[in-house]
């Protein structure tokens, strides 16, 4: 059974870091992706960065380009976001996903089968 946990999140002030990580009981069989979303009251789900596994490929959505960073631990089955110059709207539930993805780090969230429950970030002014 697969399972993706992600810890880390909570309240900050903007300006402030935050570093979610997402540990993989197993990554799903045939998985090349992995990848964080956020998801804020009444609004779709987004991508926010994802990553090839074992690989240096990765995408970030412009809105954190700069601010973000997405890293990898394979050794510990683990994916990192880390959070830099937080603003009130980087606000949401976040959540990782992994899956095959056909051009990852490319990928939307239909493409991902398996999530974790996700981790509340919000950011204050």
């Known amino acids: 059974q697969v399972q993706l946990v992600e810890s880390g999140g909570g309240s900050v002030q903007a300006g402030g870091s935050l570093r979610l990580s997402c540990v993989a009981s197993?990554?799903?069989?045939?998985?090349?992706?992995m990848a964080w979303f956020r998801q804020a009251p009444g609004e779709e789900r987004e991508v926010v960065a994802s990553?090839?596994?074992?690989?240096?490929?990765?995408y970030y959505d412009p809105s954190v380009k700069g601010r973000f960073t997405i890293s990898q631990d394979n050794a510990k089955n683990t994916v990192y976001l880390e959070m830099n110059s937080l603003k009130p709207e980087d606000t949401a539930m976040y959540y990782c996903?992994?899956?095959?993805?056909?051009?990852?780090?490319?990928?939307?969230?239909?493409?991902?089968?398996?999530w974790g429950q996700g981790t509340q970030v919000t950011v204050s002014s």
């Open positions: 996903a992994a899956d095959f993805v056909r051009l990852c780090p490319v990928g939307g969230s239909y493409e991902y089968n398996y």
């Open positions: 197993g990554y799903p069989p045939g998985s090349n992706c």
């Open positions: 990553i090839l596994i074992g690989g240096i490929s990765h």
